[in-house]
């Protein structure tokens, strides 16, 4: 019974750091056109004139007109996209992502680590050595 208790913990645990892991996306500070959107295959971000935000999974060209693409409860919808000059599209940046989830999941969990095992270790007398 223990080890079951102790598998389903570390299985529990197992997906929601892979859940979390996922989560974090960040963008690139350079805006770029519609063309290198469409080439890179990339998630975009769509910054109108009117500062609404639009987030697509990529940019698509069809019939001469750009679309961005959008998953919503598992169907994929076209948006269409003008070629306005105040639009500004930015690539996502893996890296950034990458670094971005380490530090919003690993510092807060390394935090708590460090304050629970030393609080562990001064009030109650129990040691780690």
Same mark, same amino acid.
């Given at each position: 019974?223990? %080890?079951?208790? %102790? &598998?389903?913990? %570390?299985?529990?645990?197992?997906?929601? @750091?892979?859940?979390?892991?996922?989560?974090?996306? @960040?963008?690139?500070? %350079?805006? *770029? =056109?519609?063309?290198?959107? /469409?080439?890179? $295959?990339? +998630?975009? $971000?769509?910054?109108? =004139?009117?500062?609404?935000?639009?987030?697509?999974?990529?940019?698509?060209?069809?019939?001469? /007109?750009?679309?961005?693409?959008?998953?919503? +409860?598992? /169907?994929?919808?076209?948006?269409?996209? &003008?070629?306005?000059?105040?639009? $500004?599209?930015?690539?996502?940046?893996? +890296?950034?992502?990458?670094?971005?989830?380490?530090? *919003?999941?690993? *510092?807060?969990?390394?935090?708590? !680590?460090?304050? !629970? +095992? &030393?609080?562990?270790?001064?009030?109650?007398?129990?040691?780690? /050595?």
């Amino acid at each position: 019974m223990k %080890t079951l208790k %102790t &598998s389903l913990k %570390t299985t529990a645990l197992f997906i929601m @750091a892979m859940t979390l892991l996922q989560s974090c996306i @960040a963008y690139q500070n %350079t805006p *770029v =056109s519609l063309e290198q959107a /469409e080439q890179s $295959k990339k +998630r975009v $971000k769509l910054k109108t =004139s009117s500062n609404q935000t639009y987030n697509f999974e990529q940019i698509v060209l069809e019939e001469e /007109e750009f679309y961005g693409l959008k998953k919503k +409860r598992g /169907e994929i919808t076209k948006t269409a996209i &003008s070629d306005a000059l105040d639009n $500004k599209l930015f690539l996502q940046s893996k +890296r950034k992502s990458t670094w971005a989830t380490l530090g *919003v999941i690993g *510092v807060p969990v390394i935090a708590l !680590v460090i304050i !629970v +095992r &030393s609080s562990l270790s001064f009030n109650s007398g129990l040691s780690f /050595e």
